[in-house]
């Protein structure tokens, strides 16, 4: 069977993740939820620097004297802490380790899928990832990304964490297909108050860890800093073992130019 082409996958009908349940996630990507994830070694050291621990109480202060409307201020957080994470050499025992900054808003997708007896191709845009390979060889090697981020409205947290793990399991199955010796990926689901970490490892199997910012932020700053740390050393040691025929494309465009194309298997 050929290998099927980018422009065959872009013809088929777009699904949004957004209507894809669970079930609908776990089956089109043969994932299993996994129960013993030991997310306490998913931490590395960080301490959030003197200015940013006063902006953060400045936006606490101004949240508890809002009006009952504190999406604005809150909001602001995780930028803040990820600009303190992206900032910092990702590996504090080698100052001179180079900071990756964080990508934004770049529409992925992926096909074929089939979705209630319908083949389409999967879309959507999440709103933070992390890509850790050079810039100069987008678009001509395999995606180099191990975190997506998305972003919710207060109080629907716990509902972008679906869509998450189908923007993680896009990127996992491109690595298996490409045979890389680590095909972890990481995500978060949060609305600044709760945070929702993912985790979906080498054998597809997921699991979740659920934070609240008021009593987690130093362990939110470590996952943070530890999914940066991760990202670097995949950037000096990414390799390929045992690469599989294509049958599906992963595609990442970015301001509407191609930034990554990609064939996977599925």
């Known amino acids: 069977m050929a290998s099927i082409t980018t422009q065959e996958v872009l013809r088929y009908p777009k699904l949004s993740v957004e209507v894809l349940s669970f079930p609908d996630v776990e089956r089109i990507f043969h994932l299993t939820r996994a129960e013993n994830t030991d997310w306490a070694q998913l931490r590395a050291p960080f301490e959030l620097a003197d ?38 050499p990702p ?21 074929p899928i089939v979705y209630n007896e319908v083949v389409h191709c999967l879309q959507g845009t999440p709103d933070w990832f992390l890509w850790y390979g050079p810039d100069a060889k987008k678009g001509k090697e395999s995606v180099a990304i191990n975190m997506v981020i ?46 929702h970490f993912l985790q979906l490892n080498g054998e597809s199997e997921w699991s979740r860890l659920d934070l609240n910012y008021q009593n987690h932020l130093q362990e939110i700053v470590g996952k943070l800093a530890y999914f940066h740390r991760h990202a670097s050393i995949l950037s000096a040691s990414d390799r390929s073992d045992d690469p599989k025929k294509a049958d599906s494309v992963f595609h990442v465009e970015d301001s509407g130019r191609s930034a990554v194309l990609v064939a996977i298997s599925s």
């Open 150 to 195: 998305l972003e919710t409205e207060h109080g629907q947290s716990a509902d972008g964490v679906r869509q998450t793990l189908a923007y993680m399991s896009m990127i996992h199955t491109q690595r298996r297909a490409e045979g890389k010796l680590d095909s972890s990926v990481f995500g978060l689901s949060t609305d600044n108050s709760q945070f």
């Open 91 to 111: 590996d504090p025992e080698s100052p001179n380790s180079t900071p990756i900054p964080i990508s934004s808003k770049c529409p992925f997708l992926f096909g």
């Open 51 to 88: 200015h940013c621990k006063i902006v953060l109480k400045m936006i606490d202060a101004a949240i508890s004297r809002s009006d009952g409307r504190p999406e604005m201020a809150v909001k602001i957080r995780l930028g803040i802490l990820l600009d303190a994470v992206h900032a910092t």
